[in-house]
């Protein structure tokens, strides 16, 4: 805990085989794991600043306590498990990975700007996740379990590498609710489906909905309305 800024500098190596805990306060930052010449590596993590949070671990990454961050950005070198409430103010970078790592979010994740997620596997999405827009970006699947909704934009793109399906869930959605406000959903380009499988509405968009699975197929399985437009691009 502090008052002011906690930063590992150029060369700080930490390494919490538990749940290492930081806060700060008065506006300060966290900075750490972000230096070429840092070792960052926790069993579980849980922060709480006004500032900026900004934290790169060498190994996989979960949020394990109720945290906030006047902006954030995770880098984990593995997987993402955001097992606790996470509440940005500002804008969310979580990153999973450069040639593997997924990104699941088991509690609910809100901010006040951009969400963007990017993994080199897969993302499960079984909590709520409600700032002003959304970017979620996948070599792999992307499964949507829970609500996502946001303001002005929901950009879903599965299979980066080239395979990879978008999936909808019966308990999942996507919800825009601005004047404008879009949602884009792209699967892999050599292979890969969009399925949308909601119970009630899988995709709500006050202006446009656009679906393209270029290797695959779109299907939809709720025998009334899939999805609620003002266009449809598929």
């Known amino acids: 805990t502090a008052a002011g800024a906690i930063d590992d500098g150029t060369d ?22 972000n230096d070429t010449g840092n070792a960052t590596d926790f069993g579980s ?3 709480n600043a006004s500032g900026a949070v900004s934290i790169s671990e060498d190994s996989a990454t979960t949020v394990s306590g109720a945290s906030t961050a006047g902006g954030l950005t995770l880098v984990s070198a593995s997987d993402v498990n955001l097992n606790a409430t ?7 970078s979580i990153t999973a990975g450069t040639t593997t790592g997924s990104i699941d979010v088991n509690a609910k994740l809100t901010g006040s700007g951009t ?13 709520a996740i409600d700032p002003t827009s959304v970017q979620l970006d996948a070599d792999d699947d992307i499964t949507i379990n829970a609500a996502v909704s946001a303001t002005m934009l929901i950009d879903v793109n599965a299979g980066l590498d080239g395979s990879g399906s978008a999936t909808v869930s019966g308990t999942g959605s996507l919800t825009v609710t601005a004047a404008g406000s879009d949602v884009t959903i792209d699967a892999g380009t050599t292979s890969g489906d ?19 699975a270029s290797g ?6 709720n025998t009334t309305n899939d999805v609620s437009a003002a266009s449809l691009v598929a």
């Not at 996470?86 to 969310?92: A, I, W």
């Not at 969400?115 to 909590?127: C, F, K, M, R, Y």
């Not at 969009?194 to 393209?212: K, R």
Request: hydrophobic share 40%; net charge negative.
């Open 216 to 221: 695959g197929a779109i299907t939809t399985s």
């Open 194 to 212: 969009i399925a949308l499988n909601g119970s009630s509405t899988s995709v709500t968009a006050v202006d446009s909905v656009t679906l393209t």
């Open 12 to 33: 700080g190596d930490v390494s919490v085989s538990g749940n290492a805990s930081f806060t700060t306060s008065g506006g300060g930052t966290i900075t750490l794991g």
């Open 45 to 47: 993590l849980t922060f």
């Open 115 to 127: 969400i963007l997620l990017d993994a080199a596997d897969g993302i499960t999405v079984d909590a």
């Open 86 to 92: 996470v509440n940005v103010t500002g804008n969310t």
